[in-house]
């Protein structure tokens, strides 16, 4: 049986709301997640699918500002062209 001192301290926020609060001001520590971390290690693992559509015996390189391998046959998975009408 957990006493007062072994409690959390109640948030009365939606996640959403304190993810926009946490994000407003500048407080990635308040999120409880390292985007510094998550971010580069989703996209190894989002590239690790791109090579493994791909196959074995084309050379890839990542381009993280431009978001290219400079091989198009990786490069189609990674961009999309939508039908005329649609964007996002």
Same mark, same amino acid.
């Given at each position: 049986m957990l006493t007062g001192k072994n409690t959390f301290k109640r948030i009365n926020y939606k996640s959403d709301q304190l993810l926009s609060i946490t994000i407003k001001a500048n407080d990635y520590d308040g999120s409880? &997640?390292?985007? !510094?971390? *998550? /971010?580069? %290690?989703?996209e190894t693992m %989002?590239? /690790?699918?791109? *090579?493994a559509r791909v196959g074995s015996g084309t050379k =890839?390189?990542?381009d993280s500002k431009n978001m290219t391998t400079g091989n198009d046959l990786a !490069? =189609?998975?990674? =961009?999309h062209e939508y =039908?005329? /009408?649609? &964007? %996002?």
């Open positions: 409880k &997640s390292n985007f !510094d971390y *998550a /971010g580069p %290690l989703t %989002l590239l /690790g699918c791109v *090579a =890839r390189t990542w !490069d =189609r998975y990674i =961009r =039908r005329n /009408g649609w &964007s %996002l």
